[in-house]
């Protein structure tokens, strides 16, 4: 249905949905979104929740995922995700895009935008993605300051800070981490780059009570393990964070190459989205009929007739 219709949007703010898909037993499946149209078809295959992922968001931009992207930009995407989906959106929050009062200045703008939860990272800039080498974290008193900051700043907004400190700190040092953060006022912690199932488990055992993100993202440093199994080792919550757009750009790289190849997209019909299918998973037909129950020619019947 359209999302204009204001019978058809969520009254509860973005932040509480989240908190109540969480209270529910078993973990909270959320796949990673690029863009409105991704954000639907997962909508369709069932999931409740989405993740946009700055890897995945700056990629879509052709833009390297090194913290060098507005929080007005992100807002952007956030809007596009919320909106064409009505979902929950997990937002990666990168580094907070700056110390404390930037912080703030990001919570308040992704609620705005219509953000669920956000996470927030314990490196340096130029921050890197988690599974990359040679990453420079921050002090850890200074994450806990942005982290008290976002939890000050936020009116619904569900918090949870990641830490980067597994592959220099081992798995004491990010629980040591991770405790201070819960402690400045993260609502759930995300270990980063963890990459073997013992490490998984150890980091659950440290912070029983303490709800925890996975994930798990291809070609990095995590095995793959499935969401059934991350919940059977403590996990809350999992996302795939480019999985969407690292699938559609490998379609869009094969659909280029034919048309250069072939002179036209003819070959690579039987690969498309058909329009029939493209109409209904935006609702173009429900627009259209909302458009003509407002908008109908209304003849006067008071006027002189010449």
């Given at each position: ?43 369709n295959a069932g999931f409740e929740g989405l993740y946009l992922s700055g890897a995945a968001m700056t990629a879509s931009m052709g833009l390297p995922d090194l913290g060098i992207i507005t929080v007005d930009e992100v ?142 993202t291809e070609f990095g440093k995590t095995p793959f393990f499935t969401a059934s199994e991350f919940e059977a080792m403590g996990y809350k919550m999992v996302i795939w964070p480019v999985s969407s757009l690292r699938v ?59």
């Open positions: 249905m359209p999302y204009l219709v204001a019978a058809d949007v969520a009254t509860d703010p973005a932040g509480v949905r989240f908190r109540k898909l969480l209270a529910r037993p078993g973990i909270l499946s959320l796949p990673g979104a690029h863009n409105g149209m991704a954000a639907i078809q997962a909508r807002a952007f995407f956030i809007r596009q995700l919320a909106r064409a989906s009505g979902l929950p959106v997990l937002v990666d929050g990168d580094t907070g895009y700056g110390e404390a009062l930037n912080v703030m200045h990001m919570v308040r703008t992704f609620e705005d935008a219509g953000a669920a939860a956000v996470h927030v990272e314990d490196q340096l800039l130029p921050k890197k993605c988690g599974h990359l080498n040679d990453k420079k974290l921050a002090d850890a008193q200074d994450m806990a300051a942005k982290v008290a900051a976002a939890a000050k700043a936020r009116r619904h907004l569900y918090l949870i800070a990641r830490t980067d400190a597994a592959a220099s700190e081992g798995i004491d040092g990010a629980v040591a981490r991770a405790r201070l953060y819960i402690e400045a006022g993260a609502d759930a912690i995300f270990p980063e780059a963890l990459n073997t199932a013992e490490m998984f488990r150890a980091f659950a055992k440290a912070l029983p009570g303490v709800p925890l993100l996975a994930n798990m559609a750009n490998k379609a869009q790289e094969r659909l280029y190459a034919a048309m250069a190849r072939d002179g036209g997209a003819h070959n690579m019909v039987e690969r498309m989205q058909t329009r029939a299918e493209l109409y209904a998973a935006i609702g173009l037909h429900d627009y259209e009929a909302l458009d003509a129950s407002i908008v109908q020619t209304i003849i006067p019947t008071d006027m002189p007739q010449g």
